[in-house]
């Protein structure tokens, strides 16, 4: 199966360096290019690419609102997005991830990086690890007040619950396993009906989610 991208930055060089990368691979297409937010968004809906590669700083429109553009269509049209980004703790990227991109990279990572990422993304997977995506919110809640609990909470069984803060709290499944005495197996299922009931698509989106319903408050220290 052939992966479809997009690339999305306004820098010309940028974008040919990417695809020039991207083609070489035997399973991507580079399927076209824009250079700004509003080509970005017009391009997803014409050409239907499988992941967008979102640089988070551009003319017209930037990345975020065209991510948030992209990412409103129903879920059989949506790609998987992945933001560009020169900073590591860049303050769109919180942001983006709540939209329901799929991570972020730095555009200076090496060029295997960038391959591995476009792979991981298409497979449905976040590229951001839980603990990476928990550091950028504690800095994004820190100097917030302590969100009271949300009812959307209430749809989840005691263990779906605890299975949702534990993975708010950076633990792969294997590590949920063993602190619940369950099996693998038993994780995945519980962890399928959290994602199912609060409409989340991948761990980082669980982790904020976590953090806006008010099951976990930034600089807890119980939570560490």
């Known amino acids: 199966m052939t992966i479809k991208v ?17 083609n070489a691979q035997a399973d991507i297409e ?4 824009a250079e ?14 499988d992941v ?6 551009m003319p017209t429109m930037d990345g975020l609102e065209a991510a948030k553009r992209i990412l409103s269509v129903p879920e059989e049209r949506r790609p998987r997005v992945l933001m ?21 990279l730095l555009k200076d990572a090496p060029p295997g990086d960038l391959i591995a990422a476009v792979r991981v993304v298409a497979a449905g997977d976040a590229l951001l690890a839980p603990s990476v995506t928990r550091r ?7 100097a917030k007040p302590a969100l ?6 209430d ?27 369950v099996s693998e197996q038993t994780v995945k299922t519980h962890v399928g009906k959290v994602f199912a009931k609060l409409g989340l698509r991948d761990r980082a989106q669980a982790v904020i989610c976590a953090y806006e319903t008010g099951l976990i408050t930034a600089g807890d220290p119980r939570e560490r």
Do not use: C, H, W
């Not at 980004?85 to 329901?100: C, I, Q």
């Not at 005691?158 to 499944?173: H, W, Y």
């Open 6 to 22: 997009l690339i999305a930055d306004d820098q010309a060089m940028v974008r040919a360096g990417f695809a020039a990368l991207l």
């Open 84 to 104: 560009l980004t020169t900073f590591d703790l860049d303050d769109y990227v919180y942001e983006a991830l709540r939209m329901g991109a799929s991570g972020f």
């Open 155 to 181: 749809t989840l069984t005691p263990r779906e619950e605890e299975v949702l803060r534990l993975i708010a709290r950076g633990l792969s499944n294997p590590e949920i396993a063993k602190a619940l005495f």
């Open 52 to 57: 967008v590669l979102m640089d988070v700083r």
């Open 30 to 33: 580079v399927a076209g290019d």
């Open 148 to 153: 009271r609990r949300s009812a959307k909470l």
């Open 36 to 49: 700004d937010g509003v080509g970005a968004v017009t391009e997803t809906a014409r050409l239907r690419p």
């Open 136 to 142: 950028l919110i504690e800095q994004s809640f820190k």
